[in-house]
């Protein structure tokens, strides 16, 4: 293995940006029985889409920081993360498994220190505060949001990114024995196989995601997904955020007023980037926007509100009865493992769930068991 590119804290750094030593790092990283793992991405801040940037692992010795941009092709290292024999320890794990399954790679054998923090009773579980109190450690948290997309990324940005996984291992190390002493490591354990399954799905009718103020007529959805594909193709031009193109509160302007003039609001409305204010731009927009009310029209598509995806929920003296029976069963939860852990095993929507339905559903294993005999204990049939 090449000299690294920097020392930090007694570790050796290596920056990995040719095909050749990435066949040596995942080589390297193929003998080791755990791995350390985060990420660096861009999502919507400050480009299109959802962007790896950085990759970083740690074996417990050796750091090796891998740059995506110049090595293309990651299936050396997604072969080392979807070995089963190999432990991969994660801090809140979610976001970076989605991205590495959009990207083709299913992690397997996963633990994470967040997961660990919860099932610890701890009240704040980010990787800053629980290295100072664990390992007396103090990070310099300074580069978090700084732009990962920037080529060449700083010395400073290489030693944030190399921080957040060179103590994992220890950090790891100290939350399972506390794990273990509490008899909870069939938690820990059930949680990373739940991790395992998050898998990257691309959204159906992604332009009614969009966060608005108020909930859209029939007519204003039809009319939004044209517009929609047309920010979006332009964010991808330009490889911008498609919210720095034309915002939510700009497209809501439009939608409120879509036979109005496209001029008075392409030119005296916030939240729209200045090169939509070109001409053809200016022109595709009034075709588009035309063509779909006139569609709509065509269509007989109802100016009014779909129902609502929320409905409010049944209050009967049944279901006020069986909220009441699971709010003691949370209460002595509290009382058992804390009051951050108990969500893990009892949370509001299985609560709301039994309360309108009287049909108990909690999918972990662990959970189940725990909340059924904590049930019993209390004289509680559910």
Request: charged share 25%.
């Amino acid at each position: 293995m090449k000299e690294p590119a920097f020392v930090l804290e007694g570790k050796p750094v290596h920056v990995v940006e040719t095909a050749e030593a990435l066949q040596a790092a995942a080589h390297h990283l193929s003998q080791k029985p755990e791995l350390a793992l985060d990420l660096e991405f861009d999502q919507h801040h400050y480009t299109y889409g959802f962007t790896l940037c950085l990759i970083q692992i740690s074996d417990g010795h050796d750091c090796f920081l891998i740059d995506p941009i110049p090595v293309k092709d990651l299936q050396p290292l997604w072969d080392v993360l979807e070995n089963p024999a190999i432990t991969k320890i994660f801090h809140h794990a979610n976001n970076d498994l989605m991205l590495l399954s959009m990207l083709g790679c299913q992690v397997r054998n996963v633990i994470d220190t967040a997961v660990a923090a919860k099932i610890l009773n701890y009240s704040k579980a980010a990787l800053g505060v629980l290295l100072e109190e664990e390992l007396g450690l103090k990070l310099d948290k300074s580069q978090q949001m700084s732009n990962w997309n920037h080529r060449p990324l700083t010395k400073r940005q290489l030693e944030y990114a190399a921080q957040d996984v060179l103590y994992l291992h220890a950090l790891k190390e100290v939350m399972v024995m506390k794990i273990e002493g509490l008899g909870r490591m069939n938690w820990l354990l059930e949680e990373g196989k739940l991790l395992e399954e998050i898998t990257y799905t691309e959204q159906e009718d992604p332009h009614l995601k969009i966060k608005f103020p108020q909930r859209l007529t029939y007519f204003q959805q039809f009319i939004l997904l044209p517009i929609y594909e047309f920010r979006d193709q332009l964010a991808q031009k330009w490889n911008f955020p498609a919210g720095q193109v034309i915002n939510t509160s700009a497209l809501m302007a439009l939608l409120t007023n879509p036979e109005g003039d496209i001029k008075d609001w392409l030119y005296h409305t916030k939240g729209i980037h200045g090169r939509v204010q070109q001409e053809r731009y200016e022109g595709q927009l009034q075709r588009i926007v035309n063509g779909a009310v006139q569609e709509a029209y065509k269509r007989k598509i109802p100016h009014r509100l779909p129902p609502n995806p929320y409905p409010p929920r049944l209050k009967t003296p049944e279901t006020e009865a069986r909220r009441d029976q699971f709010g003691l069963v949370l209460k002595a939860l509290i009382d058992k493992v804390g009051a951050y852990t108990a969500p893990m095993l009892l949370d509001q929507s299985i609560i709301t769930h039994y309360s309108q339905t009287g049909e108990v559903v909690i999918p972990k294993k662990y959970a189940r068991e725990i909340v059924l005999a904590t049930a019993e204990e209390l004289n509680i049939t559910l």
